[in-house]
């Protein structure tokens, strides 16, 4: 039985990448005098390494040759202070509420509360954004329905490794087959999917290219009845306009009950 939900976070509940992280990540560059700048472009391609701090280290490595001889307990201090002050830049931005919920998301949360799913969180930010999003751009509260708020501090190693998915699922005591995952990319589809639990893809523009096989199904957005979802996956794409309690209870049924 479909027992609870498990939300990814950035790129999955709302659109923080390119107008948070993103923005965030150049802001911090400047203040700190470094001639960086991350493009649209080029962002896209620096989300194939989950993690701020694991995505600076990559950049550095790979397009900052002049930094290679600095010690690594040097670099790594850096580093860590850089995506601190980027961490305080992003929450100034999200405080704003320029980031809203994206479409869908808030109904399905309020909609699957009500029928009695259990909700938790499986992200690789930090807590401390994951509450800087719900307080600007979520109803008041939402944040405390979800049982498990798996963030950057809870496991070791980043998505795609499994290890968000199997916490998640040790702190609520349930079987991956009794929760359905969502996400927005194939790092976070190969997290879920890893640990044994279908996920459903809502892409975004910087995933919308990336291979989503094995996922149960994929759209462009969770749909509200003014805004109707599209099916972007071959298969398990019936004819409804958004993704509801009833929709998901009859995908689990059809394709994850064996
Ligand atoms: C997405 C990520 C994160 C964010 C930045 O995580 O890879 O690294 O880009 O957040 P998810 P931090 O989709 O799993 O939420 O700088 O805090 O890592
Ligand atoms: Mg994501």
Same mark, same amino acid.
């Given at each position: 039985?479909?027992?609870?939900?498990?939300?990814?976070?950035?790129?999955?509940?709302?659109? /923080?990448?390119?107008?948070?992280h993103r923005?965030? !990540?150049?802001l911090? =560059?400047?203040?700190?005098? &470094?001639? %960086?700048?991350?493009?649209?472009?080029?962002?896209?391609?620096?989300?194939?390494?989950?993690?701020?701090r694991?995505?600076i280290?990559?950049?550095?490595?790979?397009?900052?040759?002049?930094?290679?001889?600095v010690?690594?307990?040097?670099?790594?201090?850096f580093?860590?202070?850089?995506?601190?002050?980027?961490?305080?830049?992003?929450?100034?931005?999200?405080?704003?509420?320029?980031?809203p919920?994206?479409?869908g998301?808030?109904?399905?949360?309020?909609?699957?509360?009500?029928?009695?799913?259990?909700?938790?969180?499986?992200?690789? /930010?930090?807590?401390?954004?994951?509450?800087?999003? !719900?307080?600007?751009? =979520?109803?008041?509260d939402? &944040?405390? %329905?979800?049982?498990?708020?798996a963030?950057?501090?809870?496991?070791?190693?980043?998505?795609?490794?499994?290890?968000?998915?199997?916490?998640?699922?040790?702190?609520?005591?349930?079987?991956?087959?009794?929760?359905l995952?969502?996400?927005?990319?194939?790092?976070?589809?190969?997290?879920a999917?890893?640990?044994?639990?279908?996920?459903l893809?809502?892409?975004?523009?910087y995933?919308?290219?990336?291979?989503?096989?094995?996922?149960?199904?994929?759209?462009?957005?969770?749909?509200?009845?003014?805004q109707?979802?599209?099916?972007?996956?071959?298969?398990?794409?019936?004819?409804?306009?958004?993704?509801?309690?009833?929709?998901?209870?009859?995908?689990?049924e059809?394709?994850?009950?064996?």
């Amino acid at each position: 039985m479909l027992k609870a939900l498990i939300f990814d976070v950035d790129g999955t509940l709302a659109d /923080t990448e390119r107008f948070g992280h993103r923005v965030a !990540f150049n802001l911090t =560059f400047a203040a700190f005098g &470094l001639n %960086w700048h991350w493009g649209e472009t080029l962002y896209g391609e620096l989300l194939a390494v989950t993690g701020g701090r694991e995505r600076i280290k990559h950049f550095i490595n790979r397009y900052q040759p002049d930094m290679s001889g600095v010690a690594t307990n040097d670099l790594t201090a850096f580093i860590e202070t850089l995506h601190a002050a980027k961490n305080r830049q992003y929450a100034k931005l999200i405080e704003t509420g320029r980031i809203p919920a994206r479409p869908g998301v808030i109904r399905l949360i309020r909609e699957a509360k009500a029928a009695g799913l259990r909700l938790a969180i499986a992200t690789t /930010t930090k807590l401390e954004n994951v509450e800087a999003l !719900f307080a600007a751009s =979520f109803p008041s509260d939402m &944040l405390s %329905w979800f049982e498990v708020i798996a963030t950057d501090e809870s496991v070791q190693n980043k998505k795609p490794a499994p290890d968000i998915y199997q916490y998640v699922l040790e702190e609520m005591g349930l079987s991956a087959q009794e929760c359905l995952a969502f996400e927005d990319s194939e790092n976070g589809l190969r997290s879920a999917l890893s640990a044994g639990i279908p996920a459903l893809i809502t892409v975004n523009d910087y995933t919308e290219n990336q291979n989503f096989s094995g996922a149960l199904m994929v759209v462009d957005h969770l749909g509200e009845p003014q805004q109707p979802l599209t099916c972007l996956s071959e298969k398990n794409c019936a004819d409804f306009a958004i993704t509801d309690v009833a929709v998901l209870g009859a995908l689990y049924e059809a394709y994850c009950v064996e």
